[in-house]
């Protein structure tokens, strides 16, 4: 395995790149990014995500569906605290906020 250094712009010292044998190609699998290059595949891949109409809130019928249980016990759950956010009049869920909820929560939340 070769490992030979590069200078960055800053002058720190980093490793050009790590193979066995030549330089990586176009199918290698190390990938150096920098972290605005990185937040901005990411701001594509959720951009992405919006247009294949991925749902990024759900109301309590597509929660009880997705945490397998009924839309009664959301109700219960929000009673006790279960995150929600407000789209006019209309109560939504965050399923990403509410699965952190629940593991925070333990046994207390169920």
Avoid at 22 to 51: D, F, N, W
């Amino acid at each position: 395995m070769r490992d030979e250094v590069g200078r960055g712009g800053d002058g720190c010292v980093r490793p050009k790149y790590l193979t066995r044998g030549a330089a990586p190609g176009a199918a290698s699998p190390v990938v150096t990014l920098t972290v605005g290059e990185l937040e901005a595949l990411v701001e594509r891949a959720a951009r992405a995500a919006v247009e294949r109409g991925a749902e990024l809130l759900v109301d309590r019928e597509g929660l009880a569906r997705r945490l397998g249980c009924s839309a009664s016990h959301i109700d219960a759950l929000r009673k006790k605290g279960l995150p929600t956010v407000m789209v006019g009049a209309a109560v939504r869920f965050d399923a990403c906020d509410v699965v952190a909820w629940l593991k925070a929560s333990g046994s207390a939340a169920a």
